[in-house]
C-alpha cells in the first residue's frame, strides 16, 4: 500500500528481457530510502508496485543504488514498464507503514490501465488533459482521487475522452510530471474506493431474483 506521495525521483538503468518478463534495473540516485532498502520490500515505481529483488552500489557511482525488480508479463501488458527507455525519469515511494502519514489516498500500486496525454496547459495554471479506455473512464470521479505515474491527484473534471487534472508547482517539482507532453503515456490506477463501491453495484443489479415461492393450501380438517 502507497500513498501517492511520491519520495523521489529515479531513472531507468537497465532493462533485460528474461522470456515474457523484464529484469528492471532502476538508478535511485540520492534516496535516502535506497541504503536501507531489503530484498522483499515493496516499491511504487512510476505507479507499479514491484519487489526488490536485488540492490547493489556502481562502482562509478558509489554513493548511488541500483534497485532491481522483476516484472512479470501481466504487469507488462497493462503498464508503461515496458516501454522505459534508458534514462527515463520515474517516481518512486516505498510502502507506506502503520504511522505514514496519509498525505495523499490509498494507492494499491496495481495499474488498471494506461492513459494518453492530449493536451498539456503550462504556465501558472497548469492543467493535463489524459485521455482514458472506456474501462477506466467508468471509475472517474470529479473531485476523486487517481494515480498518475504513482502521484496521488485530484480529478479536476471529466472529459469526453477522459479526465483532466491541475499541477501545483510542488507537485511540478517533486514528480516526473512537469516532463509530460501530448502523445506520453501514463500509468492510470483509478481510486481504490470507486471501484469497490462500482463492483458492488453491478452484482447487487445483476444478481438475480430469488424464484417466488408458490403458495400451497392446507387441506381443510373435516
Avoid at 511520491?6 to 528474461?18: E, L, T
Avoid at 522483499?40 to 514491484?50: E, F, N, P
Amino acid at each position: 500500500m502507497f500513498t501517492g506521495i511520491v519520495q523521489a525521483i529515479g531513472a531507468v538503468h537497465q532493462s533485460q528481457r528474461r522470456g515474457k518478463a523484464l529484469r528492471l534495473f532502476i538508478d535511485a540516485g540520492r534516496w535516502n530510502y535506497a541504503p536501507k532498502a531489503r530484498i522483499g520490500d515493496s516499491v511504487c515505481v512510476a505507479g507499479v508496485c514491484l519487489t526488490l529483488v536485488h540492490a547493489r552500489r556502481p562502482s562509478s557511482r558509489p554513493t548511488r543504488r541500483i534497485l532491481e525488480f522483476d516484472v512479470v508479463a501481466e504487469t507488462l501488458d497493462k503498464t508503461t514498464l515496458g516501454s522505459l527507455p534508458r534514462g527515463r525519469k520515474v517516481n518512486l515511494e516505498h510502502a507506506a507503514t502503520a504511522s505514514t502519514l496519509l498525505g495523499g489516498h490509498l494507492v494499491q500500486g496495481h495499474v488498471d490501465g494506461i492513459g494518453r496525454i492530449s493536451k498539456v496547459q503550462r504556465g501558472e495554471d497548469w492543467r493535463v488533459w489524459i485521455d482514458l479506455p472506456n474501462t477506466l473512464r467508468v471509475w472517474m470521479v470529479s473531485k476523486g482521487s487517481v494515480a498518475i505515474d504513482g502521484v496521488s491527484l485530484t480529478i479536476a473534471g471529466l472529459t469526453r475522452r477522459g479526465i483532466w487534472v491541475a499541477l501545483i508547482p510542488e507537485t511540478l517539482e517533486k514528480t516526473t510530471l512537469a516532463d509530460l507532453d501530448v502523445g506520453d503515456t501514463v500509468n492510470v490506477e483509478a481510486d481504490v474506493i470507486a471501484k469497490m463501491v462500482a463492483k458492488a453495484r453491478e452484482f447487487a443489479v445483476r444478481k438475480p431474483k430469488s424464484p417466488a415461492r408458490r403458495k400451497t393450501t392446507r387441506p381443510r380438517r373435516p
